[in-house]
């Protein structure tokens, strides 16, 4: 078992919601950035959200701004994202991805390439 491992994942009509979550029983999650990613077939992995550890700030994509919300309990080192409004276009695999911070002014929004740990990644699917 990696790392990190997310659950969460599964099929929903239209407009539902979902929440993922992103377990990671080896890591301090106060040392590391934690980002969810998603990848589509045919796409690249894009980021979807990701929280900072120094102070707790979020960013969102422009697609899901709005509909999901990203959250951490550092002390059960889980992080978690609720996504509400789901649309099919929402589809895809999605990761969670850990990024140890070596300054308290390390953005969470970086390339998934500067990530240090994944997931094995969980499949969202919307469909009616």
């Known amino acids: 078992q990696g790392p990190l491992v997310e659950s969460g994942g599964g099929l929903v009509q239209p407009g539902g919601s979902m929440r993922l979550s992103c377990a990671a029983p080896r890591l301090s999650l106060a040392a590391y950035n934690v980002g969810w990613f998603r990848q589509a077939p045919g796409k690249e992995r894009e980021t979807v959200s990701c929280i900072s550890t120094a102070d707790g700030s979020q960013y969102y994509s422009d697609s899901v701004k709005g509909r999901f919300n990203i959250s951490r309990d550092i002390a059960k080192s889980v992080v978690y994202l609720q996504m509400d409004s789901l649309k099919p276009e929402d589809t895809a695999v999605y990761y969670c991805?850990?990024?140890?911070?070596?300054?308290?002014?390390?953005?969470?929004?970086?390339?998934?390439?500067?990530?240090?740990?994944w997931g094995q990644g969980t499949q969202v699917t919307v469909s009616s």
């Open positions: 991805a850990a990024d140890l911070i070596y300054s308290d002014r390390d953005i969470c929004n970086r390339p998934p390439s500067h990530y240090d740990y």
